[in-house]
């Protein structure tokens, strides 16, 4: 399982910018896909997911509002489009999967429950 994440850049704050997370060699609606965040000597958190195969989606609290995640299954690629960025919001961004067996699965957002991951891309949103 290879997940591809882009989309990072340098944003104003207020600005928007939407994340990537593409897949080759498997179906990704068959995986609930998160995403996740890692601003320098913090914790990895978990900021939202998708479920598998019609799953429903989940928000951390903090982007709540303001990031929306959703698929294309045409192109194979979940999207986390993110509004109104806050300097807060600024961190390394992760896509990871969790295999949904053909069924569908919804998760939450600890990272430990998944296990393939992206490499990361940079969002970094200035006052």
């Known amino acids: 399982v290879q997940l591809q994440a882009s989309g990072g850049g340098l944003v104003q704050a207020g600005g928007s910018l939407r994340l990537s997370c593409a897949a080759s060699?498997?179906?990704?609606?068959?995986?609930?896909i998160g995403w996740f965040r890692q601003a320098p000597g913090k914790e990895r958190e978990g900021v939202s997911n998708?479920?598998?195969?019609?799953?429903?989606?989940y928000y951390a609290d903090s982007v709540k509002g303001r990031f929306t995640i959703y698929r294309d299954n045409a192109k194979n690629t979940v999207y986390l489009q993110m509004n109104s960025l806050k300097p807060e919001d600024t961190a390394v961004y992760y896509c990871?999967?969790?295999?949904?067996?053909?069924?569908?699965?919804?998760?939450?957002?600890?990272?430990?429950?998944?296990?393939?991951w992206g490499q990361g891309t940079q969002v970094t949103v200035s006052s």
């Open positions: 060699g498997f179906t990704l609606e068959d995986y609930v």
């Open positions: 990871a999967a969790i295999p949904g067996w053909g069924a569908t699965v919804v998760a939450g957002l600890d990272p430990r429950d998944y296990n393939s």
């Open positions: 998708i479920g598998s195969r019609g799953g429903g989606t």
